[in-house]
Nanobody, 119 residues
């Protein structure tokens, strides 16, 4: 099992910045990749960014050039640096980790942290 705890959300003005953190514990050595998802009110959860064990990164088009995903393997912590925030970035942000075992993918989720971009 893997436990994930997010922090760093809050209220920020348009154009501002926030950094989200996700502390992982438990069977972290089994993780293949981690990422951030978000869900705005009335919308489906969507992928924001992912990073693999080989540090390969992928971003949603809507955040490219503004968000940066990174990880500190020694601290088992995942980060999301969010710059030039827009009102449409308002959502609950969820940390995700997954692993493959015997051909099956196992997903783990944090409880979410609210990000509100508003003047």
């Amino acid at each position: 099992q893997v436990q994930l705890v997010e922090s760093g959300g809050g209220l920020v003005q348009p154009g501002g910045s926030l950094r989200l953190s996700c502390a992982a514990s438990g069977s972290t050595s089994s993780i293949d990749a981690m990422g951030w998802y978000r869900q705005a009110p009335g919308k489906q959860r969507e992928l924001v960014a992912t990073i693999t064990n080989g540090n390969s990164r992928m971003y949603a088009d809507s955040v490219k050039g503004r968000f940066t995903i990174s990880r500190d393997n020694a601290e088992n912590t995942l980060y999301l640096q969010m710059n030039s925030l827009k009102p449409e970035d308002t959502a609950v942000y969820y940390c995700n980790a997954y692993k493959y075992s015997r051909g099956r993918r196992y997903d783990y989720w944090g409880q979410g942290t609210q990000v509100t971009v508003s003047s």
